[in-house]
C-alpha cells in the first residue's frame, strides 16, 4: 500500500489513557497518526512505546482551547499525510468540584475552554477537510455525566451535555458529505481522570466503592475497553453508524 492510500487520524488528548490506547488500537491498523497533547514529550513517549516513526507519525504540542493552536495540529496533518481520515475529539479535563454557589466562573470558563470551545474548534477546522474528501468519520469525547447530573461536577456536567448536542449538530450537518460524527460517553474507567475525581470527593476510598457497586458489571472500565469502542466508530465497519451516543459504562446506565 503507498503512503498516499494509508489513512490518517488525528486524536487530541493522546497522551491520555483512553486517548494511548486508541493511538495503540489505530497504530495496529497501520494508520498515519497524528497525536496532540499539551505536552510534546508526552507524545514523543507514546510514540516510542508504540512503535510509531517519522514516517507514519507526527506529535503536535497544541492547548484545544486556543483557535490557533487547532488550526496549527489541523494544517500540519494535511501538510504531512494530505488528508484526515479519522478524528478523535478526546482532550478533556474534569475540573474542580463543589456545590453550585462554591463554584467560580473561573473554574467554568476553565472547563468550558478545553471541553466545549475545544470540540467545537476541532469540529470547526476538521470538517472543511473532510468535506473536500467527501468523506471521514469523527469521535467526539463525552462522558456518563454527558447524560445524567451529579452533585459538585457543575462544570463537568454541563460541558459533557454540551458536546453531545455539538455531535449531534455536527453529525446532521454533514450527513450528506459522507461524514459521521458519533459519541463516546464513558462511565467510572482507570485512568489518571478518575484518579483526581476521586481525590477530589474527600474520600476516594469511599467513592470508588460507590462507584464499582453503582455499576451492574462490579468494576471501572479499562482504558482499553473504551479504546475498542473508539476504534469500531473510527473504521468502515461503523459506515452506516452517525449521530449515534456510545455509553461505555458496565450497565450502569441501563439501570
Do not use: C, W
Amino acid at each position: 500500500m503507498s503512503q498516499s492510500q494509508v489513512k490518517t487520524a488525528v486524536i487530541t488528548g493522546a497522551a491520555g489513557g483512553i486517548g494511548k490506547e486508541l493511538a495503540r488500537r489505530l497504530a495496529e491498523r497501520q494508520l498515519n497518526l497524528v497525536l496532540v497533547d499539551l505536552k510534546e514529550e508526552a507524545l514523543k513517549t507514546v510514540i516510542e512505546e508504540l512503535g510509531l516513526n517519522e514516517s507514519n507519525s507526527l506529535a503536535v504540542a497544541a492547548d484545544v482551547s486556543k483557535e490557533e493552536d487547532v488550526q496549527n495540529y489541523v494544517n500540519k496533518a494535511v501538510e504531512k499525510f494530505g488528508t484526515i481520515d479519522y478524528f478523535a475529539n478526546n482532550a478533556g479535563i474534569e475540573g474542580p468540584t463543589g456545590l453550585l454557589e462554591e463554584q467560580s466562573v473561573k473554574a467554568l470558563d476553565l472547563v468550558y475552554s478545553v471541553n466545549v470551545r475545544g470540540v467545537f474548534l476541532g469540529l470547526h477546522y476538521i470538517i472543511p477537510v473532510m468535506k473536500k474528501q467527501q468523506s471521514g468519520a469523527i469521535l467526539n469525547t463525552s462522558s456518563l455525566a454527558g447524560l445524567m447530573g451529579a452533585p459538585g461536577m457543575s462544570p463537568y456536567i454541563m460541558s459533557k451535555h454540551a458536546v453531545i448536542g455539538l455531535t449531534r449538530v455536527a453529525a446532521n450537518e454533514v450527513a450528506s458529505f459522507g461524514i459521521r460524527v458519533n459519541a463516546v460517553l464513558p462511565g467510572t474507567i482507570n485512568t489518571r481522570m478518575m484518579r483526581q475525581i476521586e481525590s477530589n470527593s474527600g474520600n476516594a476510598n469511599s467513592f470508588k466503592e460507590a462507584n464499582e457497586a453503582a455499576t451492574p458489571l462490579g468494576r471501572y472500565g479499562e482504558p482499553q475497553e473504551v479504546a475498542a469502542v473508539m476504534n469500531f466508530l473510527l473504521s468502515e465497519e461503523a459506515s452506516f453508524v452517525t449521530a449515534s451516543l456510545y455509553t461505555v459504562d458496565g450497565g450502569m446506565m441501563g439501570q
